[in-house]
């Protein structure tokens, strides 16, 4: 039986992935400056509709393929999750 290598992800300089990011929403009730400055999260800002945001499987998922391909943390970030 032939065995295959595992997939390594690597970033544009060709670096192995070890760490991937997921944002799970750009809405949040508190505007702290850092993450949402005013410049761009104005009254206009439209947020991602809430339909075209990832499913909780969608995103085990993204996890799981992206670990399979070395990465050894994953951080769940973006808004504040509980109001998606």
């Known amino acids: 039986m032939t065995e295959i290598a595992p997939y390594s992800a690597k970033d544009a ?3 192995t ?3 991937l990011r997921i944002s799970v929403t750009d809405r949040c009730n508190f505007r702290c400056v ?3 400055p005013k410049e ?3 009254p206009g800002y ?3 509709p809430r ?3 990832l ?3 969608e995103i085990a998922r993204i996890a799981k393929v992206f670990a399979a391909c070395g990465v050894k943390k994953v951080r769940i970030t973006g ?3 509980m109001i998606r």
């Open 13 to 15: 300089l060709g670096r």
């Open 17 to 19: 992935i070890r760490d």
């Open 34 to 36: 850092y993450c949402m």
């Open 40 to 42: 761009v999260f104005g």
């Open 46 to 48: 439209e947020f991602v």
């Open 51 to 53: 339909d075209k945001l």
């Open 55 to 57: 499913r909780l499987e």
């Open 79 to 81: 808004g504040e999750p």
